[in-house]
C-alpha cells in the first residue's frame, strides 16, 4: 500500500504541474501536450504502465486489507473512541473507490476523449494540434462537469492526507511517537495538491481562464 501510494503521490505531483500550465494560456498548455504525445510519448508510456500496475496493486491491497481486518474482529465493538483517526483516515475506502472511478472519467474524458460533454474533444487549435485548452475551457463551463471534479478532488486531498500521513510508518521509516498527529507536512502537502487541481476547473467556471 505504502509503495504504491508514494508512486501515485509522484504522479499527482507531476499532472499538476502540468495542469497548472492552463494559467498560462493555449499556446502553453496545447505545447505541452504535444510533447507528451509526440516526444515524449515513450517516456509518458512508461510511466502509465507503471501506474496502472500501482493502482490495480494499491486496489488489491487495499481489498486484502480490509478482509483481513474483517477477519480479524468479525463482531464490531459497541464502544470505541479513536484517539487518532481523522476525517481523512475514515474516508479511505469510500474515498478510494469514488476516486477509482473519478480515474476512469478522467481518463475518458481528457486521455481518451470518448466522454466529451462539451463537444471539443476532436477539435484543433490553429497549428492543427489537439486543443486541450480548448477542451478544458469548454467542459468547465459545465456546471455538472465542475462539479464532479471538485467533490472528486476534496476526496484526493483527503486520501493523499492520510496516505502521506501513513506511509513512513507502513514502510518503518517513522519511529511511534506520544503525538502521531505530529506529521504536518501530509495535511500540507494535500491541501496544496487540493488547490492545484481544483483550481483549474474552479477558475475556468468563474470566467478567469477564458
Known amino acids: 500500500m505504502a509503495v504504491t ?16 500550465q492552463a494559467f498560462e494560456g493555449r499556446e502553453k498548455l496545447n505545447a505541452y501536450s504535444a510533447m507528451l504525445h509526440g516526444p515524449a510519448a515513450e517516456a509518458v508510456l512508461g510511466m502509465r504502465v507503471v501506474l496502472i500496475v500501482a493502482v490495480v496493486l494499491h486496489v488489491l491491497m487495499a481489498v486484502q486489507l ?37 480515474i476512469v472519467f478522467h481518463i475518458l474524458h481528457f486521455t481518451t476523449r470518448q466522454v466529451d ?26 456546471w455538472w462537469v465542475t462539479a464532479i471534479y471538485l467533490v472528486s478532488m476534496v476526496f484526493l486531498g483527503l486520501h493523499l492526507w492520510h496516505g502521506v500521513w501513513s506511509f513512513g510508518r507502513s514502510l518503518g521509516v517513522a519511529a511511534p511517537g506520544q503525538d502521531p498527529m505530529h506529521r504536518r507536512v ?9 488547490l492545484g487541481f481544483s483550481i483549474v476547473p474552479l477558475a475556468v467556471f468563474l470566467g478567469v481562464i477564458r
Not at 501530509?186 to 487540493?194: D, E, H, T
Open 5 to 20: 501510494g508514494l508512486i501515485g503521490i509522484g504522479f499527482v505531483v507531476l499532472h499538476v504541474a502540468g495542469n497548472l
Open 66 to 102: 480490509t478482509q483481513r481486518a474483517r477477519a480479524a474482529r468479525p463482531v464490531g465493538y459497541k464502544r470505541r473512541e479513536s484517539q487518532i483517526a481523522t476525517i481523512a483516515s475514515r474516508t479511505m475506502r469510500v474515498g478510494g473507490v469514488l476516486l477509482l472511478a473519478f
Open 117 to 142: 460533454p462539451a463537444g471539443w474533444a476532436h477539435r484543433a487549435d490553429a497549428s492543427g494540434r489537439y486543443d486541450i485548452y480548448g477542451n478544458v475551457v469548454a467542459s468547465f463551463r459545465i
Open 186 to 194: 501530509a495535511p500540507v502537502l494535500a491541501l496544496l495538491l487540493w
